[in-house]
């Protein structure tokens, strides 16, 4: 009976087999997370910074200077991540729906939209501007109320009954979209924009719906 040895292993097939065998999941079962990673290099800085200070490591003024630095380090991040989850609750809120409640007309919106370009709140300019133009909207019944309504869903609904103005309505929302979402402070410019497709779509007639019978 013959026997068939098989060749010799060079050093990069052995190189290679080592690699796929050590990435099974069996040797990274007991390997730590990320966050426990993320944990352990802290505590390393941490140390760090104690070890490099000048000063006495058991209370010295070298001590309380890294202590003080670690503090407002902590500080900064703590609040860092308050403001950024505060931004994005305000967002998300203010996604969920263009109009609110309550029981306002286009009138005062408009009303609203012109007291603050006076005093150049831009953002707030630009978001009862686009309100108004929602809320004329639905009381001309080109879009029917609905509650919820982001800005996005009135430039698509309205755009699908006015398509001459589709993409002026895309438009505006983006100018409404990059102040109260893409953090821009908003100018006159953008408001007047807005100010401008209001006026349109004032005088715009949607388009009559085709029946069965008639196509």
Do not use: C
């Amino acid at each position: 009976m013959i026997e068939y040895l098989s060749p010799p292993v060079g050093r990069d097939d052995a190189r290679e087999l080592a690699r796929r065998e050590l990435q099974k999941q069996i040797y990274h079962r007991d390997e730590p997370s990320f966050l426990d990673r993320l944990l352990r290099r802290i505590g390393d800085w941490i140390d760090s910074l104690f070890d490099h200070v000048p000063g006495d490591h058991t209370g010295g003024s070298g001590s309380w200077t890294a202590l003080a630095a670690l503090l407002l380090l902590l500080i900064l991040i703590a609040a860092a991540i308050w403001w950024r989850i505060g931004n994005v609750r305000r967002n998300a809120a203010e996604r969920a729906s263009l109009l609110d409640d309550a029981h306002t007309t286009a009138e005062d919106h408009r009303s609203a939209a012109e007291r603050h370009a006076a005093a150049e709140q831009w953002p707030e300019a630009i978001r009862e501007r686009l309100r108004a133009i929602a809320r004329d909207l639905e009381e001309r019944v080109i879009v029917q109320p609905r509650p919820g309504r982001t800005a996005d869903e009135l430039a698509t609904e309205a755009g699908l009954a006015l398509p001459d103005h589709a993409d002026e309505l895309s438009a505006g929302v983006r100018i409404f979209d990059d102040v109260w979402y893409g953090g821009r402070t908003g100018d006159a410019e953008g408001y007047g924009r807005l100010t401008e497709l209001d006026r349109r779509l004032r005088s715009a007639r949607p388009v009559p719906l085709v029946s069965e019978g008639t196509r």
